[in-house]
């Protein structure tokens, strides 16, 4: 026969398990956010168009290719993050002309920030691959972008310039043989690093497995598009490492020649990956539909899986998907459509690109709901203190009870 001292034990419990369950799970968060580059045939899309394509596909994070102040302007006062492109052409200038540089941000940021939530520019985009015969101009454009932002009392700006995988990435397989390809008679990346190390910015890369499949014929196409299979791997001899997918693969390349640099600390942000869903040139036949949903589905999961890399437990800072809209002057013989959305900004795929997520143990239920928590806000930690408070007394009365009901029998 159980006694009331029982019951009361069994309460005190219960109840013990419930507010520890309450307490939000810290997770890695992944932000995914969507690239817009405005069309070069067409009439760019009215700003709201490109909010209210935000709002629907559920991010809050853009990345802007030579950016429209009339759409920064739009995203005044709102949570969206907005991470600015200067275009490859201005960057021999910049490098030459402190004032180009502020006569670019007198555009684009003074008269936005911080109402409009600007936290990284990045001087050119695979600047490199366009114009390999300025190399030497990129580093004195960052440098230039970085000291007029200071000079003009921005400091929570990150600034950086981003890369190719295919061009800056040296032997990717194995992902521990791979080393950055230096400019010819350049000596850029070791100087680059220190500045991002010193300025607390990220390495900015773009990845696309699609290219890197399509380059490297051995690579089995389940890799590339995070298909779960037990024969879909790939293993690092080196390090003893198993992969299961392209993206990570491509991601640890990045980090082993960053530590064969001496900076692997460095965060890495993935500034443009996707699927092509077509493609005019004849022989790209993965370039469809069905496999660009598959890879962004699993890119999405992946990510909001909080595991990260083999290399890099924590994962990349974040992802830029390219890009937000298909443009209609695809007319080249190798032009492919990226976009997530048709160029009238209807959607392509049913995918919730949303990046966070809070795991807790009663996810759904109606007490959770209320007590939701949000473990990157000052608040939330109010809050913690509160439900261990509660927990300690809690704790203190099983023990008294316990004593009690020790005694009585």
């Known amino acids: 026969m159980f006694n009331n001292h029982h019951y009361s034990h069994t309460f005190c419990v219960a109840l013990f398990f419930l507010l520890l369950s309450l307490i939000p799970r810290s997770t890695s968060l992944r932000f995914i956010g969507l690239t817009y580059s405005a069309p070069t045939t067409t009439p760019s899309p009215p700003p709201e168009t490109i909010s209210a394509a935000l709002s629907t596909l559920k991010v809050n994070s853009l990345r802007l290719e030579d950016p429209d102040p009339t759409v920064i302007r739009t995203f005044l006062y709102t949570n969206v993050s907005l991470f600015l492109t200067v ?22 940021v003074v008269p936005f920030y911080p109402r409009a939530r600007i936290t ?8 490199l691959d366009s114009y390999p015969q300025s190399a030497s101009a990129l580093l004195p454009a960052i440098t230039n972008l970085h000291l007029s932002l200071r000079d003009l009392g921005i400091r929570k700006i990150t600034v950086s310039t981003s890369f190719s995988f295919v061009t800056a990435i040296s032997t ?3 992902p521990s043989s791979a080393q950055f390809q230096e400019p010819p008679g350049i000596n850029l990346i070791g100087p680059l690093l220190q500045f991002l190390r010193d300025t607390n910015s990220s390495f900015l890369i ?54 064969v640099a001496g900076y692997e600390s460095i965060p890495i942000v993935v500034t443009e990956t996707g699927w092509p869903s077509s493609s005019t040139a004849a022989n790209e036949v993965e370039a469809n539909l069905g496999y660009a949903e598959i890879y962004l589905k699993g890119l999405v999961k992946h990510l909001r899986s909080g595991i990260g890399t083999p290399l890099l437990k924590d994962g990349v800072k974040e992802v830029y998907v390219y890009e937000m809209f298909d443009k209609k ?25 949303s990046s966070s997520k809070s795991n807790y143990l009663l996810e759904g239920s109606w007490i959770n709901l209320a007590l939701r928590i949000d473990t990157d806000d000052v608040d939330s930690y ?28």
């Open 206 to 259: 773009n990845v696309y497995p699609y290219n890197l499949y399509r380059l490297k014929s051995e690579i089995p196409l389940g890799i590339a598009l995070f298909q779960e299979h037990p024969f879909n791997f790939r293993d690092d001899l080196v390090t003893g490492v198993r992969y299961r997918n392209l993206f990570d693969m491509m991601i640890d390349a990045v980090v082993s020649a960053m530590a």
């Open 329 to 353: 002057e695809g007319t080249t013989p190798s032009s492919r459509s990226w976009g997530v959305l048709y160029p009238n900004g209807t959607t392509k795929y049913r995918i919730d690109f």
């Open 87 to 108: 275009p490859n052409y201005l960057v021999p200038t910049m490098a030459s002309n402190r004032s180009s540089t502020l006569r670019w941000l007198y555009t684009h």
């Open 120 to 127: 990284t520019i990045s001087v050119g985009n695979a600047f």
């Open 172 to 174: 990717p397989f194995p």
């Open 382 to 409: 109010r809050y913690r203190y509160w439900i261990f408070s509660v927990l300690s007394r809690l704790m203190s009365a099983m023990t008294q009870n316990l004593m009690v009901s020790e005694s009585l029998d």
